[in-house]
Nanobody
Framework: QLMEGGGGSVQAGGSTTLSCAVT???????????LGWFRQAPGKSREGIAF??????LYRESVKGRFTISTDRAEGLLTLQMNSLKTADTGTYYC???????????????????????WGQGAQVTVSA
């Protein structure tokens, strides 16, 4: 129900954008759902990167000032703009949506995303030095 696009290979310092089409939630209710992006680096657990709810965005400390999460709720689109990329940003990125209405919480950053019932297929981002 979530379809991702974007990603690929980029040099350190460069930029790329990930998009995610959210089709399983009615657009007039999308504002009330927590949406977000997770990342799984090679050999590591999945971690939350950025989240968006009706109060605004939340970012993992390591991406603050470099990544921007945004939504076009009328189009049902979630986007992650990634600038000033570092080799440590390499990984598979997943968009996710909570199926129930509610806020995002800071503990989502270090969880496995169990609160999220809808997931994208994953998009690989490889940052080379």
């Amino acid at each position: 129900q979530l379809m991702e696009g974007g990603g690929g290979s980029v040099q350190a310092g460069g930029s790329t954008t990930l998009s995610c089409a959210v089709t399983g939630i009615r657009e007039n209710r999308l504002h009330w759902h927590c949406l977000g992006w997770f990342r799984q680096a090679p050999g590591k657990s999945r971690e939350g990167i950025a989240f968006m709810d009706s109060d605004g965005p939340l970012y993992r400390e390591s991406v603050k000032g470099r990544f921007t999460i945004s939504t076009d709720r009328a189009e049902g689109l979630l986007t992650l703009q990634m600038n000033s990329l570092k080799t440590a940003d390499t990984g598979t990125y997943y968009c996710a949506a909570r199926e129930d209405e509610g806020y995002c919480y800071s503990y989502y950053f270090d969880g496995d995303g169990a609160a999220f019932g809808q997931w994208g297929q994953g998009a690989q981002v490889t940052v080379s030095a």
